[in-house]
């Protein structure tokens, strides 16, 4: 089960970090990734990290202000989010894949949390 929290609202330019809690033993095995979806668009992919957190990956749009992180002790994942601009508002999701390397297509990953949503204001 992933538990995603930490949106919420802010002005352009601001920053927000988001988290991801996953229960169960085999987190630390497991490759993680944050997508977000839009009003009215596709769940798109953000960011990703293999399981062991020596490799991540970032979508053009997000790449030089976000970073995503892991704490396998904590069995959670965190996405950094700088330099907010209104385009990065949406749902957020975290993902798990059980291959637990760096993917970018939500096809590949297994168990999927709620969303929060992060609101960025112009």
């Not at 970032?58 to 992180?69: H, P």
Request: glycine share 12%.
């Amino acid at each position: 089960q992933l538990q995603a929290s930490g949106g919420g609202l802010v002005q352009a330019g601001g920053s927000l970090k988001l988290s991801c809690a996953a229960s169960g033993r085999t987190f630390s095995s497991y490759g993680m990734g944050w997508f977000r979806q839009a009003p009215g668009k596709e769940r798109e992919f953000v960011a990703s990290i293999s399981w062991s957190g020596a490799l991540t990956y970032y979508a053009d749009s997000v790449k030089g202000r976000f970073t995503i992180a892991r704490d396998n002790a904590k069995n959670t994942v965190y996405l950094q989010m700088n330099s907010l601009k209104p385009d990065d508002t949406a749902v957020y999701y975290c993902a798990a894949d059980l291959s637990g390397i760096v993917v970018s297509r939500a096809r590949e990953y297994d168990y999927w949390g709620q969303g929060t949503l992060v609101t960025v204001s112009s």
